[in-house]
């Protein structure tokens, strides 16, 4: 059983459209990252949410601790958002377990 | 601005050769993190490191050993490469849980390894 889903797993939009990429997790967690990986690229850290909602220009995060859930949020959506967007849960312990991704591709 | 830094970029090696992978962190942290990403499997802890000398199995060591002598340098060994370790490795650091700032998470460039 994966203790971090995300949904979809694949996500086409066009350039201007709103996005939400999901993302569950079935144990109670210290902090939630959202990750951002572009093709061939290394992987940033775009949040970390313990509680309730972040926004860095387009890109809006929240979380619902008693859901076990939180969501990723792109607003007037570009090409150059184009990325693999992974959820990354921080448990217990020293580690972290990893969503499987969304890959997402705008175009233009 | 803080770095986690891996030595190589691309790498090609033959079946049986001996790979090295660095990772240089300038953030004084105590957490080092070797994972692998391949497609479909997300990525996949190997190893990780909590303190200079001290490592723990992830959950694909079979194949692998790491070895940090200094806090800020966490190396991935494979000692006789096979074609089933191509992949991209990823390094990353954090600080100890319950520290200040300890979830935040920072990754490496990536190494893209082929084994032929």
């Known amino acids: 059983k994966n203790e971090v889903e995300q949904s979809p797993q694949n996500l086409t939009a066009q350039e201007g459209e709103f996005i939400t990429i999901n993302c569950s997790y079935s144990?109670?967690?210290?902090?939630l990252h959202w990750l951002q990986q572009h093709p061939g690229g290394g992987i940033v850290s775009l949040f970390m949410?313990?509680?309730g909602k972040k926004k860095h220009g387009r890109l809006i995060a929240t979380i619902n601790i008693q859901e076990k859930h939180s969501s990723l949020h792109i607003t007037a959506s570009h090409p150059r958002d184009s990325a693999v967007y992974i959820c990354?849960?921080?448990?217990?312990?020293?580690?972290?377990?990893f969503g499987p991704g969304t890959r997402l591709s705008v175009l233009p | 601005d803080v770095k986690v830094t891996q030595s190589s970029r691309y790498l090609v090696k033959r079946t049986g050769e001996k790979v090295f992978l660095e990772c240089v962190q300038d953030?004084?942290?105590?957490?080092m993190f070797w994972y692998r990403q391949d497609p479909g499997l997300g990525l996949r802890l190997i190893y990780f490191?909590?303190?200079?000398?001290?490592?723990e199995k992830g959950d694909i060591p079979e194949g692998y050993s790491v070895s940090r002598e200094k806090k800020e340098r966490f190396s991935l060994i494979l000692e006789s490469a096979s074609t089933n370790q191509t992949s991209m490795y990823l390094c990353?650091?954090?600080?100890?849980?319950?520290?200040?700032?300890?979830?935040?998470?920072?990754f490496g460039a990536g190494s893209r390894l082929t084994v032929l």
């Open positions: 990353a650091s954090s600080l100890w849980a319950g520290s200040a700032g300890a979830n935040v998470l920072t």
């Open positions: 144990v109670g967690i210290s902090a």
């Open positions: 949410l313990s509680s």
């Open positions: 990354a849960v921080r448990i217990s312990g020293q580690n972290f377990v």
């Open positions: 953030m004084d942290h105590e957490n």
């Open positions: 490191s909590y303190d200079v000398k001290m490592k």
